[in-house]
Nanobody, 123 residues
Framework: VQLVESGGGLVQAGGSLRLSCSAS????????IGWFRQAPGKEREGVSC???????FYADSVKGRFTISSDNAKNTVYLQMNSLKPEDTAVYYC??????????????????WGQGTQVTVSS
């Protein structure tokens, strides 16, 4: 089982990045995917998630700026991040879980995790 994030980097405030989460080794179509982030000295926080029925959910801090999408043919989930702010700086992780209800589940609910990709937004 493997989840691999990519697409992180250094960007100026107001810029954009697209993160990818590529999955292998499990039935991707049977799992929901979430994105989390963790900044230095802070707890890991949920950013967004997409359920099997393609319903999407976002943290208030990224709503209107980030968009999550899924390409099941490529076993890949994307996180398009626009209008980036310095406070978006963090390591971003994707994770896979069983289908969930009407909100993103807590981190403990997820079965598989990627290794993370660094996003740095300069002011």
């Amino acid at each position: 089982v493997q989840l691999v994030e990519s697409g992180g980097g250094l960007v100026q405030a107001g810029g954009s990045l697209r993160l990818s989460c590529s999955a292998s080794g499990f039935a991707f179509d049977d799992y929901a995917i979430g994105w989390f982030r963790q900044a230095p000295g802070k707890e890991r926080e949920g950013v967004s998630c997409i359920n099997l029925d393609r319903r999407t959910f976002y943290a208030d801090s990224v709503k209107g700026r980030f968009t999550i999408s899924s390409d099941n043919a490529k076993n890949t989930v994307y996180l398009q991040m626009n209008s980036l702010k310095p406070e978006d700086t963090a390591v971003y992780y994707c994770a896979a879980s069983e289908p969930f209800g009407n909100q993103c589940p807590a981190a403990s609910y997820y079965d598989y995790w990627g290794q993370g990709t660094q996003v740095t937004v300069s002011s």
